[in-house]
């Protein structure tokens, strides 16, 4: 694998303007790719795309939506930077199934949060429910983003390139703070990695809270994005409008955000 393509990829998402959290993606996606096929990239053909993708599929167990993501990634790459034209025909997009997601009731995801001893981690968990944040989210906010004074939780540059204020609960807020007095005060990224001191990853997120829900012995398949889930859930329960829980959201389109009355909520369209 020669780093000169990776460095190009860079440049060139960079010349897209592309969000650090998509570059971050795409980079690692075509760094698996180039060394999966051990070979000079400008030589990779579509046979080695297809071998890639049926490996993720049956070897790696990559969901649909994931396997989507790093077609994504080697269709940018291949045409911008290796400036190859991509035949989509070749590479299909793969159709996703659409399954229901675990929806926690307010009593688990309440047990859930109180059951973390690791206060980072508690705050993390506490405030994607709270304000209904995407995982990219929660991991890049900064101290400044929590708006104490206005119950609310600035988000910029989220996943549709729009900024956004969220809001914040009283009990989050204590959590929130309890964590930042006895956490080291984090002025910069909120919730710093410690081992770079930038902003911690989201597999990082998925490990923590998808281990503390097995276990307290809550359902399986409790991920970071359950949190928001029931969050946008239980704001319905309670009234609240779908205009208003759309703008929480960050969702550009309504239709995005009508699949959760009913409770038919679909995991793909958040």
Avoid at 44 to 68: C, E, G, H, W
Avoid at 88 to 99: C, E, F, N
Avoid at 181 to 188: E, L
């Amino acid at each position: 694998m020669d780093q000169k393509y990776l460095d190009k990829l860079m440049l060139d998402m960079k010349l897209k303007n592309f969000t650090p959290s998509t570059m971050e993606g795409y980079h690692t996606y075509v760094r698996i790719f180039l060394e999966f096929i051990r070979k000079d990239a400008m030589q990779a053909t579509y046979s080695d795309i297809r071998r890639f993708v049926f490996y993720l599929k049956d070897q790696q167990n990559k969901m649909p939506s994931t396997i989507n993501c790093y077609t994504a990634a080697l269709k940018f790459f291949f045409e911008y930077t290796l400036e190859y034209q991509w035949n989509a025909k070749k590479v299909p997009k793969m159709k996703r199934d659409r399954k229901i997601p675990v929806i926690l009731s307010r009593e688990e995801v309440d047990a859930l949060i109180d059951s973390y001893d690791n206060l980072k981690h508690k705050a993390m968990v506490s405030t994607m429910y709270s304000s209904g944040l995407r995982v990219s989210e929660v991991c890049r906010l900064k101290y400044g983003d929590v708006l104490r004074s206005e119950s609310m939780i600035y988000v910029s540059k989220s996943k549709n390139r729009q900024d956004r204020n969220t809001i914040l609960s009283e009990r989050n807020l204590e959590i929130l703070t309890a964590y930042w007095y006895h956490c080291g005060r984090p002025m910069d990224w909120l919730f710093p990695s410690q081992i770079t001191g930038g902003p911690l990853t989201s597999d990082a997120v998925l490990l923590f809270t998808s281990g503390q829900a097995e276990k307290i012995g809550l359902e399986s398949h409790v991920t970071p994005h359950t949190m928001r889930h029931c969050f946008a859930v239980h704001l319905l329960e309670d009234g609240v409008s779908h205009t208003f829980i759309q703008q929480l959201l960050g969702h550009r389109s309504p239709g995005s955000t009508e699949v959760y009355y009913g409770k038919q909520v679909l995991m793909e369209s958040i």
